[in-house]
């Protein structure tokens, strides 16, 4: 019998999915100078699914729904929430894209893996979270993919599908022996199953392992990061940008709620995996970043170092620090999102994205710089911005759990972290354009940049000064967990 907790449970997915069916059912009607509209269409249809959900949607006591499949609870929600937000940004930076935002198509596809990600957060059933992943990710192969006429484009969607079937495949695996294992794919009942076979910890450690590849892919951990400088680099900028922060928030979300409830009998195997795995993300991420000339290159190899960072609060294991990852993924989307979309603005008047090209952009538009500025500083850990408050808790996290050594990679790498963003920054304030006349070369915002960029760079600042209400709701997400 379908209850009022079943449909509360799914409001924001019911949302979404009537929003793809009015978009597809609308677009084919609008000439092609009015295609651009279907960005506006899907910001205010989620930004109103966002509010509904917030009204009518909100989770009570953690509930199993739909034979144990979806768990309705503050964890899923506060992430479904997060998703939909950066979808938001992403569908107003994607409407001015030269070739992708007049194509309805595109805005279906972020629609779609949106749900996907949404099932993903909530996923309480190993069969579930499969096909939730594979909703989000099939979607998104295709958005890398999507100018045909572009190579870099092209060769990014491949690469990305490739890979990501193959480490899909690899983790579908591990999820057939924890069900051989346990006899049951209900995350809820695994952990009791699973201790009462008596596995060995090397049986245990190989199953973590497998099942670990694919999470790792998602989120861009070394050494499964290879693929997200190509594919960030190819693929259209606002999908780059989404890629960076909603699909691997979607990452952490699974990684969390999977290893936090099913695997905490192996917690000795798999913190320590994690704790190796997050110092050498930080460490690679960063150093191959100091070499990048290409800001979208740059902005990969340091997303791969901020899944390093995250990681500290997972492999904390305890309430702290799940809330200190789902905050650091809060204050993540938003500064990320901002980076990737000034470099949308700036490469949609020039065409360029290499650091060099970026000097003088302090007087061809100086409140796009300022935002820059808020960005990269909060990206590098400096305060009053959001990034500064994320690094404290997860660090916080680390040194509760006695893992005082990670905590000291990670402040190292940190420091490595602010010579680059520096760097980048140097061009935009200290350099000149060639031929000095910057006047004569504005760079100006269209509406849709104007409202998102503007929207994402309070967020930046407001996370980082006004934290506790955030933290709260982490902290109340992280509650369920225990």
């Known amino acids: 019998m379908f209850t009022p907790i079943m449909f509360a449970s799914i409001l924001p ?7 793809a069916v009015i978009l597809l059912c609308v677009e084919p009607f609008w000439k092609e100078d009015q295609r651009r509209n279907a960005g506006w269409l899907t ?9 509904v959900s917030l009204l009518f949607g909100q989770p009570g006591e953690p509930t199993a729904v739909f034979g144990g499949m979806i768990r309705f609870d503050w964890l899923g929600f506060f992430f479904k929430m997060l998703f939909m937000f950066a979808a938001v940004a992403t569908a107003l930076l994607l409407m001015d894209h030269e070739k992708a935002g007049q194509r309805g198509e595109a805005y279906v596809m972020l629609l779609a893996s949106v749900l996907g990600m949404n099932l993903m957060a909530s996923s309480a059933d190993l069969v579930m979270l499969y096909l939730a992943i594979e909703t989000a990710s ?3 192969y295709i958005l890398a993919g999507f100018i045909l006429a572009d190579d870099r484009s092209t060769e990014a969607g491949f690469k990305y599908l490739l890979f990501g079937t193959l480490a899909s495949t690899v983790m579908l695996y591990g999820f057939s022996l924890v069900f051989g294992f346990a006899g049951t794919t209900n995350l809820y009942t695994l952990a009791e199953k699973l201790a009462a076979g008596q596995l060995s910890t090397l049986l245990a450690f190989a199953v973590v392992v497998l099942v670990l590849v694919g999470l790792a892919f998602k989120v861009s951990l070394v050494p499964f990061h290879f693929w ?19 699909s691997k928030a979607a990452g952490f979300a699974v990684l969390v709620r999977l290893f936090f409830v099913a695997f905490p009998g192996f917690a000795p195997s798999w913190t320590l995996i994690l704790a190796a795995l997050s110092a050498i993300t930080m460490t690679v991420g960063n150093l191959l970043a100091i070499s990048q000339t290409n800001i979208k290159r740059l902005l990969a190899y340091s997303s791969i170092a901020h899944a390093g960072y995250a990681l500290i609060g997972v492999v904390a294991f305890s309430q702290l620090g799940a809330a200190s990852v789902v905050f650091y993924l809060a204050a993540y989307i938003v500064t990320n999102l901002l980076a990737f979309g000034i470099v949308m603005a700036f490469s949609r008047i020039t065409g360029l994205e290499n650091l060099e090209d970026y000097a003088g952009m302090s007087r061809r538009n100086p409140w796009l710089a300022l935002m820059m500025l808020a960005a990269f500083l909060s990206l590098s850990g400096m305060p009053p911005f959001g990034g500064f408050v994320a690094k404290v808790f997860v660090f916080a996290a680390g040194v509760e759990a006695n893992y005082i050594w990670l905590v ?11 010579y680059y963003y520096l760097n980048a920054l140097k061009y935009v304030y200290l350099y000149r354009m060639p031929n000095q006349d910057e006047e004569k070369h504005p760079i100006p915002l269209t509406r849709p940049y104007a409202i998102a960029l503007a929207v994402l760079a309070i967020g930046v600042i ?8 955030w933290f709260s709701w982490s902290d109340a997400a992280a509650l369920n967990l225990f």
């Open 138 to 140: 099939i979607p998104l």
């Open 408 to 418: 000291v990679v990670g402040i190292l790498n940190s420091i490595v972290g602010v």
């Open 13 to 19: 997915e019911i949302l979404i999915l009537v929003l």
């Open 462 to 469: 407001l996370v980082g000064t006004v934290f506790a209400p």
């Open 228 to 246: 997200a400088p190509d594919v960030y680099e190819g693929s259209p900028t606002p999908v780059a940008g989404f890629l960076s922060t909603a």
């Open 43 to 51: 910001a205010g249809g989620l930004f109103i699914a966002i509010i």
